[in-house]
C-alpha cells in the first residue's frame, strides 16, 4: 500500500509555470510507473506523462516540449513541471502510481489558467 499527496497546484496566468509534486509514503524505487493524469470538467482522465522505472518517459502530444517529468527515488517524489501554460490545460492534477501489488492515486491538485 502507498499513500501519494500531490502538491503545488494554483491559479497562474497563460505562459506561466507551476511544479507539481507528488509525495509517496514510501519507497517508489520498486513502483514500475508513476505517472500524472489530469481531468478537467466534462471530460474524461487522460494521461499527461509517465515515468518508467528505466527511465524512460512518455507525455501527452498536447504536453510535448513543455512539461517535464522527473522522479527522485531517494525522495520518494515525482515531479511536473509545467511550463508555457495554456487556458486548456486547467484540470485537476493526478499522480499515480502502476506497482505490482496494485494501482494507487492521490486526491488531485488544481491548476487552474487564465486567459
Known amino acids: 500500500q502507498v499513500q501519494l499527496v500531490e502538491s503545488g497546484g494554483g491559479l497562474v496566468q497563460t505562459g506561466g509555470s507551476l511544479r507539481l509534486s507528488c509525495a509517496a509514503s514510501?519507497?517508489?524505487?520498486?513502483?514500475?510507473?508513476m505517472g500524472w493524469y489530469r481531468q478537467a470538467p466534462g471530460k474524461q482522465r487522460e494521461m499527461v506523462a509517465v515515468?518508467?522505472?528505466?527511465?524512460?518517459?512518455n507525455y501527452a502530444e498536447s504536453v510535448k516540449a513543455r512539461f517535464t517529468i522527473s522522479r527522485d527515488n531517494a525522495k520518494n517524489t515525482v515531479y511536473l513541471q509545467m511550463n508555457s501554460l495554456k487556458p486548456e490545460d486547467t484540470a485537476l492534477y493526478y499522480c499515480?502510481?502502476?506497482?505490482?501489488?496494485?494501482?494507487?492515486w492521490g486526491q488531485g491538485t488544481q491548476v487552474t489558467v487564465s486567459s
Open positions: 499515480a502510481g502502476f506497482a505490482s501489488d496494485g494501482h494507487y
Open positions: 514510501r519507497s517508489i524505487f520498486s513502483i514500475n510507473i
Open positions: 515515468h518508467s522505472s528505466d527511465g524512460s518517459t
